[in-house]
């Protein structure tokens, strides 16, 4: 048989970015992206072993998926997080289960909205922000993390680790990643000096809560039904996401 005789359906996802941030020349600056269904295939995907031990498995799933010809990498946190709601979705279906307060709780990942944000301060096809930490004054620029700049922390972070076992160079190493220039000087070396001595602690939360408040993404709160009532519940993404028979 052709391949004209098993057409696979696929779904239109619209991207919590807008496309906004993406240069015009980028695919992914339509604001969409095509998916398919997950099929046998793909769950090879999920059960590979290799994959699951090296922490790839969910970037070779999503990619395998994902119909739009665009570079994966260049997705930004906040659109890969809908494309692995959406992955879930097309895979397993709309219903997902897990654990809350010794209850089990069931959502509908269909209903899930991506966030509002302030289209007004992005410049189109720019990923570069302005920001005045509110206790230094300091102003800074940064950008929203992409697929690409995710790797490249983990990679750093594996690479401290490998030096000193009981660090913890999460959120310094994030924000050398996301932090572009500090009072106009876009030099690396000024940019990681400035987070590991001069970035105040309340300053460095006070940024990561604006991220929040700004950052185009996924809204996974939710109301949930316990038996004492209801209560807005932030769904977790655990092993059952993608593998609703682990029963862990």
Known sequence: ?????????????????KGLIYPEDN?????KIEMKYMTAKEEDILSNQSYIQNGTVLDKLLKALIVTKCNYNDLIVGDKNAVMIAARVLGYGKDYKFE???????????????KEFDENS???????????LPNSGTEITYK????????AIEAEIKGLKKINKKSDPMISTRMKQMILSVN?????????????TYFLAMDARAFRKHI???QPDVNLLTQVELSDGEEDVEIP?????????ANL
């Open 100 to 114: 809350y307060k010794g209850e089990e709780v069931e959502v509908d990942l269909s209903t899930l909205e991506n």
């Open 27 to 31: 695919p992914l600056s339509s604001g």
């Open 237 to 245: 993404i655990t092993v059952n996401f993608f593998w609703p028979d």
């Open 212 to 214: 929040a408040g700004h």
């Open 184 to 196: 106009g000087d876009s030099e690396r070396k000024t940019v990681r000096e400035f987070v590991d």
């Open 1 to 17: 048989m052709s391949e004209e005789s098993f057409k696979f359906p696929t779904e239109t996802i619209e991207l919590p970015s």
């Open 144 to 151: 929203l993390l992409s697929h690409k700049d995710e790797m």
């Open 122 to 132: 992005i410049t189109k096809g720019v990923n570069e922000f302005q920001y005045t």
